[in-house]
């Protein structure tokens, strides 16, 4: 650490530090007139960072040469590939991940950059895999840092951290998963105690990140902050029908929602609103992508359903995929209520409530 230190410049010209997620880490970080930076958790070293370009603490750059034998300052992916002479995987952003002995390399290029000289901004040495943790840089992200509410005692404040992360996702500038618990409804559901843990999650869309708000019954409230794939992995419990935890008011407003139905897995969602039914197919748009179309049933489709039940719809939903309803001469182009922008989300909400506890996903999570 001394010699990293003193090869850096010796006194760093930015000192920040901030607890991160609860229970709490102690996040440190050192940033050198260099252009170098050391990371910190609880005092220990998590990412050493060797900046290329100019940074608002740094004039100018460190040559990378001067640290990786081989490598300069314009590298390109290719070059670094060349350089560390290991496997890689695809990082957080722009980023490239090379595997080391004992470690990690984490090159950043500009959004979308790589192939170009110039596009490296910089590479970061890190002990843990960068696909299995957030970046130790992003511990300051400006949009979701601050998420986290303690009280005069330092516990959490869950209605002001609920309200905090409430007034990211209203200002878009946080996404929140439709495939947990909903954050107007993460006090009572904990509060209830119906659930072991009941968990929201909200991305960020500055670093990322995924924070995940979680409400347990027999322990202290946790808040951490985790990858995409990371996130997606953690343990995720059916929630209980409204009936069981809501107030008057939720429970009213739930009768008045969307409900599941029936389903056929990776295939179709039957889900009623208000006595109507809609159906949520899935189908292919290309080898490399696919999404689902909602179509209010006609009362043709009703009476063969009323007829053929499971079996109909499943024969329903392989003519919408066949008829490839993302194209403007399709038959269900017309009657796709996704293909609307103005409408389109709400109805991509309702139906991910709707079938919030059916999903692949989430029965998948239920088994593991």
């Given at each position: 650490?001394?010699?990293?230190?003193?090869?850096?410049?010796?006194?760093?010209?930015?000192?920040?530090?901030?607890?991160?997620?609860?229970?709490?880490?102690?996040?440190?970080?050192?940033?050198?007139?260099?252009?170098?930076?050391?990371?910190?958790?609880?005092?220990?070293?998590?990412?050493?960072?060797?900046?290329?370009?100019?940074?608002?603490?740094?004039?100018?750059?460190?040559?990378?040469?001067?640290?990786?034998?081989?490598?300069?300052?314009?590298?390109?992916?290719?070059?670094?590939?060349?350089?560390?002479?290991?496997?890689?995987?695809?990082?957080?952003?722009?980023?490239?991940?090379?595997?080391?002995?004992?470690?990690?390399?984490?090159?950043?290029?500009?959004?979308?950059?790589?192939?170009?000289?110039?596009?490296?901004?910089?590479?970061?040495?890190?002990?843990?895999?960068?696909?299995?943790?957030?970046?130790?840089?992003?511990?300051?992200?400006?949009?979701?840092?601050?998420?986290?509410?303690?009280?005069?005692?330092?516990?959490?404040?869950?209605?002001?951290?609920?309200?905090?992360?409430?007034?990211?996702?209203?200002?878009?500038?946080?996404?929140?998963?439709?495939?947990?618990?909903?954050?107007?409804?993460?006090?009572?559901?904990?509060?209830?105690?119906?659930?072991?843990?009941?968990?929201?999650?909200?991305?960020?869309?500055?670093?990322?990140?995924?924070?995940?708000?979680?409400?347990?019954?027999?322990?202290?409230?946790?808040?951490?902050?985790?990858?995409?794939?990371?996130?997606?992995?953690?343990?995720?419990?059916?929630?209980?029908?409204?009936?069981?935890?809501?107030?008057?008011?939720?429970?009213?407003?739930?009768?008045?929602?969307?409900?599941?139905?029936?389903?056929?897995?990776?295939?179709?969602?039957?889900?009623?609103?208000?006595?109507?039914?809609?159906?949520?197919a899935r189908y292919v748009v290309s080898s490399m992508a696919d999404d689902s179309a909602l179509l209010?049933?006609?009362?043709?489709?009703?009476?063969?359903?009323?007829?053929?039940?499971?079996?109909?719809?499943?024969?329903?939903?392989?003519?919408?995929?066949?008829?490839?309803?993302?194209?403007?001469?399709?038959?269900?182009?017309?009657?796709?209520?996704?293909?609307?922008?103005?409408?389109?989300?709400?109805?991509?909400?309702?139906?991910?409530?709707?079938?919030?506890?059916?999903?692949?996903?989430?029965?998948?999570?239920?088994?593991?």
């Open positions: 650490m001394r010699r990293l230190v003193e090869a850096f410049g010796g006194v760093p010209v930015e000192v920040s530090e901030q607890l991160v997620g609860e229970p709490a880490v102690r996040s440190r970080r050192l940033s050198y007139p260099s252009g170098g930076e050391i990371l910190m958790h609880d005092d220990a070293v998590v990412a050493v960072v060797l900046h290329v370009v100019p940074t608002p603490f740094a004039r100018r750059g460190l040559d990378l040469s001067d640290w990786v034998a081989g490598a300069r300052n314009r590298a390109t992916f290719a070059d670094l590939k060349a350089v560390f002479g290991t496997s890689w995987t695809f990082g957080p952003g722009s980023s490239r991940c090379f595997a080391l002995d004992g470690g990690y390399a984490r090159a950043e290029f500009r959004p979308f950059g790589g192939s170009t000289p110039g596009d490296l901004l910089g590479v970061a040495f890190t002990a843990d895999n960068p696909r299995q943790t957030t970046r130790p840089e992003d511990d300051d992200c400006p949009t979701c840092s601050g998420l986290l509410v303690r009280d005069g005692y330092g516990a959490v404040d869950v209605d002001r951290t609920i309200a905090e992360l409430a007034a990211g996702v209203e200002a878009r500038v946080l996404s929140e998963s439709s495939a947990h618990v909903r954050l107007a409804d993460l006090a009572l559901l904990g509060a209830s105690g119906l659930m072991e843990r009941a968990e929201s999650q909200v991305a960020c869309r500055t670093c990322q990140r995924v924070a995940c708000f979680t409400l347990h019954r027999d322990s202290c409230p946790t808040f951490g902050y985790y990858p995409t794939d990371e996130a997606r992995q953690r343990p995720l419990e059916a929630i209980p029908p409204v009936e069981s935890w809501g107030d008057a008011d939720r429970i009213a407003a739930a009768s008045d929602a969307m409900r599941y139905v029936d389903h056929e897995p990776g295939a179709w969602f039957l889900v009623e609103k208000q006595g109507i039914l809609y159906l949520d209010r049933l006609s009362e043709s489709e009703l009476e063969a359903y009323r007829v053929g039940g499971h079996d109909y719809l499943s024969q329903l939903a392989r003519k919408i995929h066949d008829g490839s309803p993302h194209r403007e001469d399709s038959t269900f182009y017309p009657r796709n209520l996704y293909r609307d922008p103005e409408t389109s989300r709400a109805f991509r909400d309702e139906v991910s409530a709707a079938i919030v506890n059916h999903t692949w996903l989430a029965e998948h999570r239920r088994q593991a």
